[in-house]
């Protein structure tokens, strides 16, 4: 099948031998090239991630300093931080759009849908996406999305609040709280088109993978890259839709007087004659998009960290088979173990019995692919570069975040640390810091294949991930402490109750490490955008790196590859081969052996 | 306190950047190299790697040294005695486990840092390594697995053969009311629709079941029987967290979710508890100090803490979700009987 596809790509290149002239608009705004639909992927999700993690700051101090004035509310927040002070309501507001931006916007369409566009027609030796126009719509209804969900934030009553996981009835009820009136309504619509957006983006990335590989690139010579890719677009086609008929009966809900999700409720002095919903069918739905989001967030974190990690310890990856394997199984376990988050709901206590069995399964994917990267460290050559710590960083923190998973997917002990801070430090540390990593290693990574040769400068990014990593331990850490007192999350001070006076000072260390962190993130925008213009260009292969990336050409035309598309002969992860004799080297004098290498005469012949 | 780590804070810090500006330093002197790695990079970020870990292990156990006391005491429910078990035996293992992949991580990167001239081991594949750390895991997470659903199982199964007190908790923006089911232990029928004046509950003043109910804002338990609790919800999804009864189940509306547990300690037994009374202690002289401050404002200052067992809300449910919470009394037999006695049951308070 790849034969063919190739020789239709082949056609096609010919076709086009002399490109079209490319106006601004067609170049850099609707481009239908896959490297500028990457790069606005990425600056959206930047631009996106500035909000999110301004807006954590901004919590951060209310909760370390619930007595104090500061003036940067009254700055920031208008009319909600009138005389210094935090309103509770907009507290709620801050974290739901944190959430919310975090997840979907800066984790979900910042990493999956940068990396994706980006690498898989260059690792798997296509031209571009099977359809670069539905990938163009794709970025667009991205950006849509984003436009209404950062003009949410000026309504006059409030952008949406009731959580990132919008449980009705608290946000079908604009009595319920202020933020679910016009705010929700756009927080809904917002989704929805980011729904579209993904799965027009997922199917892509599908289609793509299955159809475009070139010659010789059978599926077990993919780069672990484009398999995490291809499974993270898998899931997202098949639960992302659910999300979507969640948000559309909650708009039914909340506009048309329907009662999918409400029942038997007296609020603000009245009855509603809604009857017969129910909140926990809500929670079922959100949850079945929810909880594989959270792969859907990790798989390309931990694909982009196994070539980079290969790539830079000069090892091939170890078990190659059993990461493709582990990546399969934690996508299929992801799709049934949603009602962990629901152990408490009012759920069949039998049914958390069922999700306590398979949540505690996926431990052993996720165990096997920590083991197997430990042992590609094992005897190795480590470059560390930037990309490289990053990828050491997120093993780390996936590991300690994950680890913590073991006792929260139990419910018998689900049951009183639900909903309090370790559930926060848990996930900020598997999904949310780890997948940052992910980001942070691919930008250092493959910075050169997207910005023309241009590299970041490797001085700042050592200062990035140092005090990056160093901060985000220091956040999080100390974060499940305050957890197991039984503090909840969500709470605006928590001055109501004396018995956590003593937490006041675990959260003002909590809060200086989030600014330290933050800091960094500074010197890490400063260094991408000047390296954009003023950054040192490096050769064509900078990381002396297997894939095919790296053989397209440096300056971007649309094709990729100015001649024919290389073909594949081996898979990516020959790096260190020695030959038959032991000698040397397969190629003298070299530790990698790139894809497009035909077998040589010395080198004995691997299962690749 | 605060301060004292603030400061220790700023100066970890300080010693970080300190550390950047030397590393900058000493890779500015190769300007001509390029923004790959070269040796000086691998060997400084090598010796980070492994400083890294003895950071995480230090910041370990700085927490448990300075937060170790904030940790909720010992159970006061009989199941919680259990989730305790579990828990710390699950502990155990990740903290097992964490320290020793960290370790090897963090070694590894240190030990084969990357050096002109090394060769890497070329390492595709162990079917018997692989095999190893699989079914490892497959053993450790089966034995939780089962011990977890044990005592899951023995939570939830509510057995009503052992005639449980019956208590209604009912949550709404931002309160709680506990409903008790009276002389005949049974609640009345209750729905949203039938709320009106006095009868905040909506509970249905016709049913026979409901005239001797007790409607009170303060819950109180009598120590060693089992209470099955009915959870109800008014307007939004509620909590109700009990955390030092390990017992938590979410308040829905539209249905009715229920939790039991059994008390096991007064909260007089609860007082006399040696964390407890370090942790009043330490709570009462963080209360001391700030209404020093506050005096000196000219404002009120905090009354002294005394302990109690809480109900919080831990599901968002709107602004003052952080203020919604109900006090636990548990007392002994008589002392619940004597109270219980005082209240005016439902009939009562709605001839009013």
Same mark, same amino acid.
Request: net charge negative.
């Given at each position: 099948m790849s034969a063919h596809a190739h020789d239709l790509a082949a056609d096609h290149h010919d076709d086009h031998g002399h490109h079209h002239k490319e106006t601004f608009i067609t170049k850099y705004i609707f481009s239908q090239d896959h490297k500028m639909i990457s790069k606005q992927y990425l600056i959206t999700g930047l631009f996106m991630g500035i909000i999110g993690i301004a807006m954590s700051l901004l919590f951060r101090m209310q909760l370390a300093w619930p007595d104090q004035e500061f003036k940067v509310y009254e700055i920031l927040?208008?009319?909600?931080?009138?005389?210094?002070?935090?309103?509770?309501?907009?507290?709620?507001?801050?974290?739901?759009?944190?959430?919310?931006?975090?997840?979907?916007?800066?984790?979900?369409?910042?990493?999956?849908?940068?990396?994706?566009?980006?690498?898989?027609?260059?690792?798997?030796?296509?031209?571009?996406?099977?359809?670069?126009?539905?990938?163009?719509?794709?970025?667009?209804?991205?950006?849509?999305?984003?436009?209404?969900?950062?003009?949410?934030?000026?309504?006059?009553?409030?952008?949406?609040?009731?959580?990132?996981?919008?449980?009705?009835?608290?946000?079908?009820?604009?009595?319920?709280?202020?933020?679910?009136?016009?705010?929700?309504?756009l927080w809904l619509v917002s989704m929805a088109i980011f729904i579209a957006s993904s799965l027009l983006g997922s199917l892509n990335y599908i289609v793509t993978v299955l159809n475009l590989r070139t010659k010789g690139m059978s599926m077990t010579r993919l780069p672990l890259t484009i398999w995490a890719f291809f499974i993270t677009a898998v899931i997202g086609v098949v639960s992302f839709p659910v999300l979507l008929s969640a948000a559309l009966l909650l708009i039914m809900d909340r506009g048309f007087g329907t009662s999918f999700f409400l029942s038997d409720i007296y609020i603000a002095g009245e009855v509603l004659h809604n009857q017969g919903g129910s909140p926990v069918l809500f929670e079922h739905l959100f949850w079945f998009l929810g909880h594989p989001e959270v792969y859907i967030v990790l798989l390309p974190a931990l694909g982009i960290t196994s070539e980079i990690i290969a790539t830079n310890s000069r090892k091939p990856i170890f078990g190659y088979r059993a990461m493709v394997a582990s990546i399969l199984a934690i996508a299929f376990l992801s799709t049934i173990v949603w009602g962990h988050h629901m152990f408490i709901s009012g759920m069949n206590p039998f049914l958390g019995s069922v999700f306590t069995f398979t949540t505690l399964l996926i431990a052993i994917p996720s165990a096997v692919k920590a083991f197997n990267y430990i042992t590609t460290l094992w005897k190795g050559n480590l470059q560390m570069n930037p990309a490289m710590l990053f990828s050491i960083g997120l093993v780390s923190t996936f590991i300690t975040g994950g680890l913590t998973g073991i006792l929260l997917g139990d419910s018998a002990l689900d049951i009183n640390v639900h909903d309090t801070y370790f559930v926060v430090a848990h996930f900020h540390l598997v999904m949310g810091i780890s997948a940052l990593y992910g980001l942070f290693a691919g930008v250092y990574h493959w910075f050169p294949k997207m910005f023309e040769g241009r590299m970041m400068n490797k001085n700042l990014g050592y200062i990035h991930f140092w005090v990056t990593a160093i901060g985000a331990y220091g956040v999080f850490f100390p974060m499940h402490f305050i957890g197991m007192a039984g503090l909840p999350r969500r709470y605006y001070t928590n001055t109501a109750f004396p018995y956590f006076d003593d937490l006041a000072d675990v959260n003002v260390v909590i809060t200086i490490f989030a600014f330290i962190a933050a800091a960094a993130q500074v010197i890490f925008l400063y260094n991408f955008i000047?390296?954009?213009?003023?950054?040192?260009?490096?050769? =064509?292969?900078?990381?002396?790196?297997?894939?095919?990336?790296?053989?397209?050409?440096? =300056?971007?035309?649309?094709?990729?590859?100015?001649?024919?598309?290389?073909?594949?002969?081996?898979?990516?992860?020959?790096?260190?081969?020695?030959?038959?004799?032991?000698?040397?080297?397969?190629?003298?004098?070299?530790?990698?052996?790139?894809?497009?290498?035909?077998?040589?005469?010395?080198?004995?012949?691997?299962?690749h | 306190m605060t301060a004292f780590l603030v400061v220790l804070v700023i100066i970890l810090f300080g010693v970080a950047v300190w550390q950047m500006g030397k590393i900058f330093q000493l890779s500015k002197s190769h300007q001509e190299d390029s923004e790959v790695a070269n040796d000086k990079d691998n060997n400084m970020n090598g010796w980070l790697m492994l400083g890294f870990v003895?950071?995480?292990?230090?910041?370990?156990?700085?927490?448990?040294?300075?937060?170790?006391?904030?940790?909720?005491?010992?159970?006061?429910?009989?199941?919680?005695?259990?989730?305790?078990?579990?828990?710390?035996?699950?502990?155990?293992?990740?903290?097992?486990?964490?320290?020793?992949?960290?370790?090897?991580?963090?070694?590894?990167?240190?030990?084969?840092?990357?050096?002109?001239?090394?060769?890497?081991?070329?390492?595709?594949?162990?079917?018997?390594?692989?095999?190893?750390?699989?079914?490892?895991?497959?053993?450790?997470?089966?034995?939780?697995?089962?011990?977890?659903?044990?005592?899951?199982?023995?939570?939830?199964?509510?057995?009503?053969?052992?005639?449980?007190?019956?208590?209604?908790?009912?949550?709404?923006?931002?309160?709680?009311?506990?409903?008790?089911?009276?002389?005949?232990?049974?609640?009345?029928?209750?729905?949203?629709?039938?709320?009106?004046?006095?009868?905040?509950?909506?509970?249905?003043?016709?049913?026979?079941?409901?005239?001797?109910?007790?409607?009170?804002?303060?819950?109180?338990?009598?120590?060693?029987?089992?209470?099955?609790?009915?959870?109800?919800?008014?307007?939004?999804?509620?909590?109700?967290?009990?955390?030092?009864?390990?017992?938590?189940?979410?308040?829905?509306?539209?249905?009715?979710?229920?939790?039991?547990?059994?008390?096991?300690?007064?909260?007089?037994?609860?007082?006399?508890?040696?964390?407890?009374?370090?942790?009043?202690?330490?709570?009462?002289?963080?209360?001391?100090?700030?209404?020093?401050?506050?005096?000196?404002?000219?404002?009120?200052?905090?009354?002294?803490?005394?302990?109690?067992?809480?109900?919080?809300?831990?599901?968002?449910?709107?602004?003052?979700?952080?203020?919604?919470?109900?006090?636990?009394?548990?007392?002994?037999?008589?002392?619940?009987?004597?109270?219980?006695?005082?209240?005016?049951?439902?009939?009562?308070?709605?001839?009013?």
């Open positions: 927040l208008g009319k909600w931080g009138e005389g210094g002070v935090m309103d509770p309501s907009v507290y709620l507001a801050l974290v739901t759009i944190h959430g919310t931006i975090m997840v979907f916007f800066v984790l979900t369409a910042g990493l999956s849908g940068t990396f994706s566009n980006l690498l898989i027609p260059l690792q798997i030796g296509a031209r571009d996406m099977a359809s670069g126009f539905l990938n163009m719509i794709s970025y667009w209804l991205f950006f849509l999305s984003s436009v209404i969900m950062v003009l949410s934030l000026f309504v006059e009553a409030g952008p949406a609040s009731a959580g990132w996981t919008i449980y009705p009835p608290l946000s079908a009820l604009p009595q319920a709280i202020p933020g679910s009136g016009t705010g929700m309504t000047s390296s954009m213009f003023f950054g040192k260009k490096g050769s =064509k292969n900078p990381w002396n790196s297997n894939t095919l990336e790296w053989t397209a050409e440096v =300056k971007h035309i649309h094709g990729n590859w100015d001649g024919p598309i290389p073909h594949v002969y081996r898979w990516a992860y020959d790096y260190s081969k020695l030959n038959k004799d032991e000698s040397d080297y397969v190629i003298p004098g070299q530790d990698f052996v790139p894809q497009t290498t035909p077998l040589q005469d010395n080198e004995e012949e691997m299962n | 003895i950071f995480i292990y230090i910041l370990s156990i700085v927490c448990f040294w300075l937060w170790g006391d904030v940790m909720l005491p010992e159970s006061a429910s009989e199941h919680g005695v259990g989730i305790d078990q579990l828990w710390l035996i699950s502990m155990i293992l990740i903290f097992v486990v964490g320290i020793v992949t960290q370790w090897l991580l963090h070694y590894f990167a240190f030990k084969y840092r990357g050096r002109k001239g090394q060769r890497a081991v070329f390492f595709a594949d162990n079917d018997k390594l692989e095999f190893i750390w699989t079914i490892i895991p497959v053993i450790v997470l089966a034995g939780l697995i089962i011990y977890g659903l044990f005592t899951w199982t023995d939570i939830m199964n509510i057995d009503t053969e052992d005639d449980p007190l019956v208590v209604e908790l009912y949550a709404y923006q931002f309160d709680w009311r506990a409903r008790y089911g009276g002389e005949d232990n049974t609640l009345g029928e209750a729905s949203v629709r039938l709320i009106e004046g006095a009868n905040q509950l909506g509970v249905d003043a016709a049913d026979p079941n409901a005239q001797d109910d007790i409607v009170v804002n303060e819950l109180h338990l009598p120590v060693g029987r089992k209470v099955l609790f009915k959870m109800r919800s008014q307007d939004v999804l509620h909590s109700a967290y009990m955390p030092h009864f390990r017992a938590q189940m979410n308040c829905v509306p539209g249905m009715i979710t229920q939790f039991a547990f059994t008390p096991t300690k007064t909260t007089l037994e609860m007082r006399e508890n040696e964390e407890i009374i370090a942790k009043v202690a330490k709570i009462n002289n963080i209360r001391k100090e700030n209404s020093k401050a506050l005096l000196a404002k000219g404002e009120e200052g905090l009354e002294p803490y005394t302990f109690d067992y809480m109900l919080l809300c831990n599901k968002i449910c709107g602004n003052n979700h952080y203020n919604m919470q109900m006090k636990i009394i548990v007392e002994t037999q008589e002392e619940y009987d004597a109270w219980i006695a005082e209240q005016a049951t439902l009939a009562q308070t709605l001839k009013q």
